[in-house]
């Protein structure tokens, strides 16, 4: 009993202040990428186009030296639709708020069934860290589920292989309506670095996604932000 | 036994694809039958198409103990006598065959799919069908008072897909059946068809929980084909990495084990403890599961000395965290009686079927590849193998916290000490018509990648084997017998991978 006291008084267990400060990111964090100022003859060139849905974030996407664009240790990247997505300054449009019925139907709490659906585990591995007691994310209402008729909606993740297709339309089928969508994952977005591979098949077109969460995988900062935007308890 | 029957090589060292023997399909049934009884174990047993209408069937053994490791092939037709008619280890890797490559092999034990995919690595000629995704026949068990539960694909916590069909009496489990496939993404074809730099991140994904672990063996792989020399620095930096993975892993399933058993301090504490892991990852690589640190040629990210003091000095806090939290865990008479003689794995099973890693290490096989088939630099810092004997879920804790202890101590060593030079040098074209065997001991075990090069130099075969793929099967021996409800503990103390295994 002593070493539980003790424990308790020695761990430290605070969570994350939300919205965190970026002074909680190492400085070689690959957040969201900005594009960087142009300068002198080089001020007439096109920008480039960004998808942060195909991007994995590898540090060859805008290797040093690049003068087009950079990444910055910005972790917040959620939004709404896939297009927002897309970006030729880096600046992305952060998701907006649930509309008030939606948000008054859901009251102070969000419960989510997550499903793994041709993923390297990689996303799963950080959806359980938000549950942990730094991200905490129980403390906004949020939490995972084991049944989808107990869900306010499903959490989507991998490339949605051949072999999940129908795991995944039977338990978004099994959430009671009115539901939400969120794919997490550059897999579940755009099939990741596995885009090519005949196995990915995406999230059908019947499953319509209300929110997007670029990475691989997403920082744990990036999906909680994303999550409390769509509760409107970040703005 | 004929003495040339399989060619010696050695982790990482390339051989011309010529001098490997090219057996009967008999004689190497016969070759694997004589020497997985001998206490060799098949480390890679695979497919690759070798002219329009035939098949190349390579066998990688290695004898953990002695530090051997051999190939050895056979050309075959569609059909031939199966391997696993006679050597039980093969059985396995024969149903992936069957499954990838479209064979028919005659006699073998059971072809059901591992996977439920369509071949991708046949013989253009050959007439495949393809597989039935729905068929799928096993052993059941039926009697008046016998049930089945069945669980998944979509289980009821954050977890990778699986489909677990528990044949029971009462609360007794007489045999578990597990079905996977559902994370088949296609990785080998895309491993051989990518660019270099595309097939890295590829690698980097075939287990989102062992980055670092299949990013050093493809690119071990690579570097060997290459004739590249990573420096001593590239190599001490690969070392902390994938120690800092052991550890953030170990940790994690710990304080999960933990939680399974209701104690939940140490969970709490756990978690958070592996979250400081994943941050030492991500100040040095920027992700924090390791991603984008390890390439071709060595990392791409230096660890500067400013940085090396911080790493060191946050370890060494990780490490007196840890203590007493571990002490906590280990000295809770509940969490004892609830590890003990609960999914117990025999020494005898182990050898049998060629379990590999803390599996291993948890039943008296003191397998490690960094031991056993020492590379980089861990041919320098010797890490002592990690051993307990009893087999079951204490057994394979205890193993994590002696495995955690040693992580640290060779991290705090290694930071602190890290030899001069580049942290990459180039990694150029590959040698032509070679294959390479590239080991790595993985926090799971362990982690091959087999990679053959055709007469150009391009990638002919990248055949990836991941520590799970030998495991899963010790994790329906360890349920039966016990109870419905220990399952989750059980297999948390496994905790294998999905995606490692379905590829």
Same mark, same amino acid.
């Given at each position: ?63 040093? /030296? ?23 300054? /880096? ?30 585990? /990689? ?113 | ?294 390439? $071709? ?97 204490? $057994? ?58 055709? $007469? ?48």
């Amino acid at each position: 009993m002593l070493d539980l006291l003790r424990n308790r008084f020695r761990q430290r267990t605070d969570p994350v202040p939300m919205p965190a400060t970026s002074a909680s990111l190492p400085p070689r964090f690959r957040g969201r990428p900005a594009v960087l100022e142009a300068s002198g003859a080089d001020a007439s060139r096109s920008l480039p186009v960004i998808d942060l849905g195909c991007s994995v974030f590898a540090p060859e996407e805008f290797a040093e /030296g690049s003068r087009v664009a950079a990444f910055t240790i910005d972790y917040r990247m959620a939004v709404r639709t896939r297009e927002a997505l897309v970006t030729s300054t /880096g600046e992305v449009e952060l998701a907006a708020a649930l509309d008030a019925k939606m948000r008054a139907l859901l009251g102070r709490s969000l419960r989510l069934r997550s499903v793994a659906a041709g993923s390297c585990g /990689g996303c799963e591995a950080e959806l359980t860290a938000l549950g942990n007691v730094v991200f905490d994310m129980a403390r906004f209402g949020v939490q995972f589920v084991a049944s989808p008729r107990h869900a306010d909606g499903i959490v989507v993740s991998g490339v949605v292989s051949a072999n999940m297709r129908e795991a995944l339309e039977k338990t978004y089928d099994a959430v009671p309506d009115p539901k939400i969508v969120i794919a997490v994952g550059a897999c579940a977005i755009s099939g990741g670095v596995f885009r090519e591979s005949a196995e990915a098949t995406g999230i059908p077109p019947s499953i319509p996604v209300d929110l997007w969460i670029p990475g691989c995988p997403p920082h744990p900062l990036t999906i909680l932000d994303g999550l409390l935007r769509l509760l409107d308890k970040v703005r | 036994m004929s003495p040339r029957a399989f060619l010696e090589v050695s982790n990482r060292r390339c051989a011309r694809l010529a001098d490997v023997p090219a057996l009967e399909a008999e004689d190497l049934s016969n070759e694997l039958e004589v020497r997985t009884r001998d206490g060799w174990r098949i480390v890679a047993l695979f497919g690759t198409p070798e002219t329009r209408a035939t098949l190349r069937l390579t066998a990688v053994i290695a004898r953990d103990d002695a530090g051997e490791l051999a190939v050895a092939s056979a050309v075959v037709g569609q059909r031939y006598p199966a391997l696993s008619a006679r050597c039980r280890q093969a059985s396995r890797f024969e149903r992936e065959i069957a499954e990838q490559c479209g064979t028919l092999p005659q006699g073998g034990v059971s072809f059901k799919p591992l996977r439920r995919h369509a071949p991708d690595h046949a013989p253009i000629e050959w007439n495949v069908v393809r597989g039935d995704r729905e068929a799928y026949a096993f052993d059941e068990v039926v009697g008046e008072e016998v049930h089945e539960v069945a669980v998944g694909p979509v289980h009821a916590g954050v977890i990778e897909p699986g489909h677990f069909r528990f044949q029971a009496h009462g609360e007794e489990v007489l045999a578990l059946e597990i079905m996977l496939g559902y994370q088949h993404r296609g990785v080998e074809r895309l491993l051989e068809t990518s660019d270099r730099h595309h097939a890295t991140l590829v690698a980097e994904s075939i287990a989102g929980d062992t980055v670092i672990g299949h990013a050093s063996a493809a690119c071990g792989a690579l570097e060997a084909l290459a004739r590249s020399r990573k420096t001593p620095r590239a190599q001490a930096i690969r070392g902390i990495a994938l120690e800092l993975e052991r550890l953030a892993n170990h940790i994690g399933d710990l304080g999960a084990m933990s939680g399974d058993v209701a104690f939940h301090p140490a969970s709490a504490y756990l978690a958070r403890l592996r979250g400081e892991c994943l941050n030492l990852l991500m100040t040095i690589s920027g992700n924090r599961y390791g991603r984008g640190l390890i390439r $071709a040629g060595g990392v791409a990210f230096d660890i500067p000395n400013d940085m090396a003091t911080e790493v060191a000095g946050r370890v060494e806090r990780l490490r007196e965290d840890l203590a007493p939290v571990l002490q906590l865990l280990f000295d809770a008479s509940s969490v004892q009686s609830r590890f003990e003689s609960v999914g117990v794995v025999t020494r005898g099973q182990c050898v049998a079927n060629g379990y590999v890693g803390l599996v291993a290490r948890s039943c008296d096989v003191a397998h490690d590849v960094r031991h056993d088939f020492a590379y980089g630099v861990y041919r320098f810092a010797q890490i002592p193998v990690a051993q307990a004997w009893a087999g079951d879920v204490l $057994a394979r804790a205890l193993v994590r916290r002696l495995e955690i202890q040693r992580s640290l101590e060779f991290v705090i060593e290694q930071v602190s000490t890290l030899p001069r030079g580049a942290e990459r040098v180039e990694c150029g074209r590959l040698q032509p018509l070679e294959i390479v065997v590239a080991l790595e001991e993985g926090w799971r075990g362990e982690v091959a990648h087999v990679v053959m090069t055709d $007469a150009d130099g391009g990638i002919r075969r990248h055949k990836v084997v991941d520590p799970s793929f030998h495991n899963w099967p010790a994790l329906a021996a360890a349920m039966t017998g016990n109870q419905i409800s220990d399952f989750p503990l059980c297999n948390k103390s496994f905790n294998l991978s999905y995606a490692g295994h379905d590829l």
